[in-house]
Structure formats: C-alpha cells, structure tokens
C-alpha cells in the first residue's frame, strides 16, 4: 500500500497522460525521498531473487540487495525516463555491485538454475537432450567469464528479451545477440569435450 503523500504526488504527475503509473512514482521520488519506499516495495522481491540467483548465501543475497536499493535511492536524481523499465537500471546497478563483491572479497559466485534452463541452452544448440549433455554445457558454463555468464544467464534463465538485455548492459541489442551468439559456439566445442571426458 502506497503512502497517501505518495498516491496524490503520483495523481498530480498523471494529470497528463503522458506518464506511466511507474513514471509517476519515479518522478515523485525524485521530487522527495521518502516516496522511494514505494519503488522499493514493487521491486525488492525481483531483485532479491535477481541477486540470490548469483550468490551462494541468502545472507549475501540480503545484503547486497539492500546496498542496490541504497546505491539507486542516493542515485535516483540522476536517473532518465527513456522508456525502459525501471527494474532495467536497478538490475544494472545489482551487476555492478555483485562485480565489486566478488572482486573485492573474491567470494565464490553461485549459480542457482533449474533443469528447464539448461534444457533451454541445449535445445538452442540444437543438441540432443540427456542428462550427461546438460551436465557437460553446465561445465562449460561454469567456466566462462562473468560477463559472458551474466548474458546466458538473463536470456536462458531468466528469459529477457534482448531489448532488456541490452539496456541492462549498456549495449546495442544487436551486440547483445551477437555476443549471445559468440558465446554459444565457444560452449559447443567446451561441453563436447566434457561429454566425451565425463566431466
């Protein structure tokens, strides 16, 4: 439930038709703080999960996410509506400050996915779908650099249209699926290896 301050400045703004409900609250947020409790409200659960999926410790996944809300409340002035959800920019600002985490404290990255997402990453190499082929991509996947993990993370496992991806990234989109593309002829030949060696 919004805070009644929160619910007039919101009307105010959407006299014009011109602001979405979401754009209304961001703009009256940046009018005044305090309203930022309703952003965080909409969407602490996504970006916990974001972040937990990411991490080996719910801890760590609790912690982090309250330094994202605090990061993108200190940085809401510099924010710009430019038609993108407001999840994308709090997503970037989660990258950035798992990136520094696991920089800086060199702690262990966790990789938190279901059967269905590494089934979606076989059937988009067009390979045959068993239990050691999935196991063999994951070995593959495990290995790859954080960047190149993060972007098979948000396509397959989380199922972001490369638009979002794109702007997550601070990218073109057709960059966003060329990388995508990059990255999954380098796992092909990596989990074949891993198929025929049984890792």
Do not use: C
């Amino acid at each position: 439930m919004q805070p009644i301050e929160a619910r007039t400045t919101m009307q105010e703004l959407s006299g014009s038709t011109t602001y979405s409900q979401e754009e209304a609250m961001i703009l009256a947020a940046q009018k005044d703080l305090q309203l930022f409790s309703a952003l965080y409200e909409k969407y602490y659960g996504q970006i916990l999960k974001f972040v937990y999926q990411r991490v080996t410790t719910k801890e760590d996944a609790y912690d982090i996410a309250q330094q994202i809300f605090l990061q993108a409340m200190l940085s809401l002035h510099k924010y710009e509506i430019r038609g993108f959800p407001f999840s994308s920019w709090l997503y970037r600002i989660a990258l950035n400050e798992m990136n520094q985490l696991f920089r800086k404290n060199k702690k262990q990255r966790g990789i938190n996915l279901e059967e269905k997402h590494l089934k979606s990453i076989v059937e988009e190499l067009g390979a045959p779908d068993d239990e050691e082929r999935e196991n063999a991509i994951l070995g593959a996947l495990t290995g790859l650099p954080e960047d190149e993990f993060q972007l098979v993370e948000m396509r397959f496992f989380e199922a972001r249209p490369f638009k979002e991806i794109a702007e997550i990234l601070s990218i073109s989109e057709a960059n966003a699926k060329m990388r995508l593309y990059r990255i999954l002829e380098k796992i092909k030949p990596i989990a074949e290896k891993n198929l025929k060696t049984g890792r």
